[in-house]
Structures are given as structure tokens and as C-alpha cells.
């Protein structure tokens, strides 16, 4: 099950940080990601992590948001700092469900982000 938490309301120029409890699927060859979705948009990736430590950011977000893992508790983190207004979202967390302690053992160009999370909402104000 992934659970996200850490949203809230801040002012432009702040920062925020999120966690995911992601058991069973940081560690997995699929890896996972931040994804988020503002209002009468699409949903949109934000960030990946793999289990080789290679992460990717969508341009928007490069040199102001990092995802990360604490292999130990399982948990994916996004460290959000200088904020602005159109970052406000509801950001999910997402998973690839047979990528689940690799019970499938799929190979990467098999993976997509097919699990979700309930989503924590970011709001940017300026």
C-alpha cells in the first residue's frame, strides 16, 4: 500500500517535504516515483527513483525538488524547496503493483506506474 503525507499550504519561495510508505516496491527493479496532478490538469511524473540510485526530474522541478529513500523504513521522500504557485497539486506517489518485492521479476522496459496512492494535496500561495 503506498501512503503519502506532508502536504500543506505554504507561501512562494517555501519548501515542503513529502513521504510515501512504499514497502516491497523501493528496493524493486521498477523503482518508483512523485507524480502530480493540478486542477483541470493531467496527471504529470515529477520524479523517479530507481533502485541503482538513478532518479529523474521533469525540467520544471530540476535544481528545486529531490526524491529520495530510507531503505530502512521503506519510505520514497520529495524535498520541495522554493516553491511556486504552479506547483500547487494533489501529488501521488505511484508504483508499478507487480513490481511488489519483484515477485514478476520484470525487466525495466516492462515497468510502468500503475499503483497509486490517495495523494496529499500542495498548495503554493504568493
Known amino acids: 500500500q503506498l501512503v503519502e503525507s506532508g502536504g500543506g499550504s505554504v507561501q512562494a519561495g517555501g519548501s515542503l517535504k513529502l513521504s510515501c510508505t512504499a514497502a516491497?516496491?523501493?528496493?524493486?527493479?521498477?523503482?518508483v516515483a512523485w507524480y502530480r496532478q493540478g486542477s483541470g490538469k493531467e496527471r504529470e511524473l515529477v520524479a523517479t527513483?530507481?533502485?541503482?540510485?538513478?532518479?529523474t526530474y521533469v525540467d520544471s522541478v530540476k535544481g528545486r525538488f529531490t526524491i529520495s529513500v530510507d531503505n530502512d523504513r521503506a519510505i520514497l521522500y520529495l524535498q520541495m524547496n522554493m516553491l511556486k504557485t504552479e506547483d500547487t497539486a494533489v501529488y501521488y506517489c505511484?508504483?508499478?503493483?507487480?513490481?511488489?518485492?519483484?515477485?514478476?521479476?520484470?525487466?525495466?522496459?516492462?515497468?510502468?506506474?500503475?499503483?497509486w496512492g490517495q495523494g496529499t494535496q500542495v498548495t503554493v500561495s504568493s
Open positions: 505511484a508504483a508499478d503493483r507487480r513490481s511488489y518485492y519483484n515477485q514478476y521479476d520484470l525487466s525495466p522496459a516492462e515497468c510502468e506506474f500503475n499503483y
Open positions: 527513483y530507481r533502485s541503482d540510485g538513478t532518479t
Open positions: 516491497g516496491f523501493i528496493l524493486s527493479t521498477c523503482g
